[in-house]
């Protein structure tokens, strides 16, 4: 499965951006794609997750009700809409795909496959 992530960019504080992911592989392979960022100097750290049959997501409590994850089955691509963007959502985001669904998706341990990473970065 190969992923690749699009959409970063610089922004200010409270503005939006759209990240993409487009798998060369969907259900057949996988159960989940999800989202992780790496900020500086930090570690790896789950952002949100969707599962391609169902739409059900998880989300880390620092995203919740300002990002929205969402998929398009027919396109094989996962977004993740970011709004109120804050300068400590600054990073580098990744998007992975996972053979796992269940609460240990959060986990990066979880996931098989990995996109190259997109840089956001939110001013103040």
């Known amino acids: 499965v190969q992923l690749q992530a699009s959409g970063g960019g610089l922004v200010q504080a409270g503005g939006s951006l759209r990240l993409s992911c487009a798998a060369s592989?969907?259900?057949?392979?996988?159960?989940?794609m999800g989202w992780f960022r790496q900020g500086p100097g930090k570690e790896r750290e789950f952002v949100a997750a969707?599962?391609?049959?169902?739409?059900?997501?998880y989300y880390a409590d620092s995203v919740k009700d300002r990002f929205t994850i969402s998929r398009d089955n027919g396109n094989d691509t996962v977004y993740l809409q970011m709004n109120m963007l804050k300068p400590e959502d600054t990073a580098v985001y990744y998007c992975?795909?996972?053979?796992?669904?269940?609460?240990?998706?959060?986990?990066?341990?979880?996931?098989?496959?990995w996109g190259q990473g997109t840089q956001v970065t939110v001013s103040s």
């Open positions: 969707i599962r391609w049959s169902g739409g059900m997501t």
């Open positions: 592989a969907r259900t057949s392979v996988t159960y989940a």
């Open positions: 992975g795909a996972s053979r796992f669904w269940g609460t240990q998706t959060t986990n990066i341990g979880r996931y098989d496959y």
